[in-house]
């Protein structure tokens, strides 16, 4: 099949360039890239307007619950509502029940993916046996199996002997290590970031310094034994130098975030509301703007949807006892584009972070506008308004913060090896 997406605004984040052209398609792969005119207007032509084109978002760190609690979320959901946000590549976690950590259960969830989702699917594999951080899993098998990365995801694994030897051995085999920077003592049980807010609510907090402390021993790690690390999520200031240290020490070290924190601040918990209880918990508007300016600069450089899904049983509790996490598949596009509209990140930057990073970091071809890469493509108008509504949602799980906030940008179409998936 051929395709050609003509009169686009393309968006390339690997030269990070905005330009009008126009994308030829041939099977699963982009073909021709043209600026300022048609290339070969043959086959199928799709004129998109004026509309803007960019390499579809490849999201590092989306929770699917199968096994387990597929009443949450399954791989047909996910990938439906994935390609409703513009997201063509999935690369799902491993804290499911029971855990993914042993080639069976990956064997699993791969051909479930493979049978049920529209959008790529890559699996990553637990580091230790059940993420109890104990015994660390048989990395080898699982990456033979198909694990893209090796991580205990919010689970942080105290025992440093422990973790050093599985960085070592990762490191050996070149596997990827996802980790999450908190001082496990410190936050355990803690709901928001200390301040006045949460003093006046009542509510446990902890001090952003947990995740400087976490972040801090795991560089000490990271240069001890030489292995390839990313920080899952970076959400507070005092963190940045610590990662802007390692990378300058020429340490294999990446960082992301997920875009509640990218958007959202503490003061959005108002009254108690749960659907805005995330891990790690909501920091401060000063923080956020230090996250901000980190993407935009490059130092952080994955933003992720974080996508959590939890049912209303675990969400309509007290806040302390509610379940942590929100979806955000569907959102993740439209909140991105907020700091684009408020002049921010520039949109190629932005997608660089969405998109050619994180492909970039797992060592995918994908996340590129350029001949030869996987014509996983995204069509969108980023002007396009419209209020939330979490009852429109594809997933099972409707735990958005975003619900009835008015937002800009709407999905078009989404395209996964030259195939459409998705159209408004």
């Known amino acids: 099949m051929t395709l050609h997406f003509i009169n686009a605004t393309l968006i390339d984040p690997e030269t990070q360039t905005e330009s009008t052209g126009s994308v030829s398609v041939e099977g699963n792969r982009i073909t021709a890239v043209t600026i300022g005119g048609i290339a070969n207007p ?6 998109c307007g004026g509309k803007y084109l960019a390499p579809g978002i490849v999201d590092l760190g989306v929770k699917v619950c199968e096994p387990g609690e597929r009443h949450k979320e399954s791989y047909r959901s996910a990938g439906l509502a994935a390609a409703k946000g513009g997201v063509t590549t999935m690369i799902t976690r491993p804290d499911t029940n029971p855990a993914i950590d042993s080639p069976e259960t990956l064997e699993f969830v791969t051909r479930r993916a493979n049978e049920a989702s529209p959008v790529n699917v ?3 594999a637990a580091l230790t046996k059940e993420r109890a951080g104990r015994e660390m899993t048989e990395i080898g098998f699982l990456m033979d199996a198909g694990a893209v990365a090796f991580t205990d995801c919010d689970h942080v694994i105290s025992d440093t002997r422990v973790f050093s030897r599985a960085l070592t051995y990762a490191r050996s085999l070149g596997a990827l290590v996802i980790a999450h920077c908190q001082e496990p003592v410190l936050s355990r049980g ?4 200390s301040g006045k807010f949460a003093s006046l609510r ?11 402390m976490g972040l801090d021993r795991d560089m000490a790690l990271v240069e001890m034994t030489g292995a390839r690390y990313h920080a899952d999520q970076i959400t507070t200031a005092r963190a940045l130098p610590a990662l802007e240290r390692a990378k300058a020490n020429g340490l294999d070290v990446t960082a992301g975030i997920g875009i509640h924190h990218l958007t ?9 509301r749960t659907f805005f209880k995330l891990k790690p918990p909501l920091r401060d508007e000063d923080d956020r703007l230090a996250m901000v300016d980190a993407v935009a600069s490059g130092l952080i450089d994955i933003v992720c949807s974080m996508h959590t899904p939890q049912d209303e049983e675990s969400k309509r509790l007290p806040f302390e006892e509610a379940a942590s996490g929100a979806v955000g598949l ?11 509209h408020s002049d921010m990140i520039p949109l190629p930057q932005l997608w660089r972070a969405l998109s050619y990073n994180p492909a970039q970091r797992l060592g995918l071809p994908s996340g590129r506008l350029t001949e030869g890469a996987p ?7 980023p002007h396009a308004p419209f209020v939330m509504d979490r009852a429109t949602l594809r997933s099972k799980s409707r735990n ?5 906030v008015r937002m800009q940008g709407k999905v078009l179409a989404t395209y996964v090896a030259g195939s459409c998936v998705f159209e408004r």
């Open 42 to 47: 043959k086959g199928q032509v799709v004129d």
């Open 122 to 124: 890559l699996p990553m």
């Open 190 to 193: 803690a709901v928001a970031t």
């Open 202 to 212: 009542g509510l446990p907090a902890v001090s952003p310094m947990a995740e400087r």
């Open 264 to 272: 959202l601040n503490a003061l959005d918990v108002a009254d108690y």
């Open 330 to 340: 569907e959102t993740l596009l439209p909140a991105a584009l907020r700091l684009w």
């Open 375 to 381: 014509a996983d493509l995204v069509l969108f108008d």
């Open 400 to 404: 958005t913060p975003f619900d009835g």
